[in-house]
């Protein structure tokens, strides 16, 4: 199979989100020019992929790429070999640069109300409003995953939100905040009903009764992933241990939750200033 082919196969295929297949189509696009569209995808091994992190290590007219931008352009391919010729032909060595530590730039609680507090709960959009914002902090949602709600993932019964989705394809539920539910019943009896048309089944739905976008989130706090860094650090620093966290969060594995594990190190601290005799 030509690297043109199995790249147009993989991004056609289902369960990859529309910006994940954005990103890929770049970045395999950028792969499949520089190693040859017409080779055989069977010839990728760990040399041509050392070969292609040292050809995007190097530097470029406007200076060399990020280690970030690098591992998530070998991810995209790693990927693209996983799909089309299957995980044991996929190099599992260790090519891409160390990445920098980067601990997430999480608001503090203060900070968290005041932007809550600026979305203005004025007629049907301010109230849709409100109700987004305070969703994304309380159930730590991303915002592919709040605008990607339907009506029936919010059980005020069960107080708890499905997500559906999440990233990787993974559904999990998340409790269902008190002020978020208040909100978000608000919302669906005196805001939807107005902003409906026709038997649309979104959630959260625009002025012309269309599902949103993540565009409008990103209008009312312009960096919405920071919500969900909060949410998991406010759980942190008020007992929640990091397990809980994971399932809370959709991290498949730990060790994504870990970035977290600064706050229970200062948290464990306070618990041992405050406990140990000898402290």
């Known amino acids: 199979m030509t690297t043109d082919a199995a790249i147009e196969r993989f991004l056609a295929a289902a369960g990859i989100s529309d910006g994940t297949r954005r990103g890929y189509a770049a970045d395999l696009d950028e792969f499949a020019r520089w190693f040859g569209p017409e080779r055989p995808l069977e010839e990728v091994d760990v040399r041509v992929l050392a070969d292609w992190v040292a050809q995007l290590g190097r530097a470029r007219p406007l200076g060399k790429l990020a280690p970030a931008t690098i591992a998530r352009k070998l991810v995209a391919v790693r990927s693209l070999l996983r799909y089309a010729l299957g995980p044991e032909h996929v190099p599992d060595a260790k090519l891409a640069p ?136 406010h759980l942190l620093e008020g007992g929640a241990d990091l397990r809980t966290i994971q399932e809370l969060l959709g991290h498949s594995s730990l060790s994504t939750t870990q970035m977290y594990s600064h706050v229970d190190a200062k948290r464990l601290r306070r618990v041992y200033d405050h406990a140990h005799p000898r402290s």
């Open 98 to 233: 160390r990445l920098p530590r980067r601990l997430p730039d999480a608001p503090k609680q203060d900070e968290v109300e005041a932007i809550v507090d600026s979305v203005a709960v004025e007629g049907p959009l301010g109230l849709r409003n409100a109700a987004l914002v305070e969703l994304v902090y309380s159930a730590g949602l991303r915002a592919s995953e709040a605008v990607g709600l339907d009506l029936g993932d919010v059980d005020f019964e069960q107080e708890h939100v499905h997500v559906r989705r999440g990233k990787g394809g993974k559904d999990r539920v998340v409790p269902l905040g008190e002020e978020a539910g208040a909100l978000v019943a608000r919302y669906l009896r005196d805001a939807r009903p107005r902003l409906a048309r026709g038997a649309q089944n979104a959630l959260f739905l625009s002025a012309r009764g269309r599902r949103l976008d993540t565009s409008t989130l990103r209008r009312l706090v312009p960096h919405p992933h920071r919500l969900r860094h909060a949410f998991a650090t």
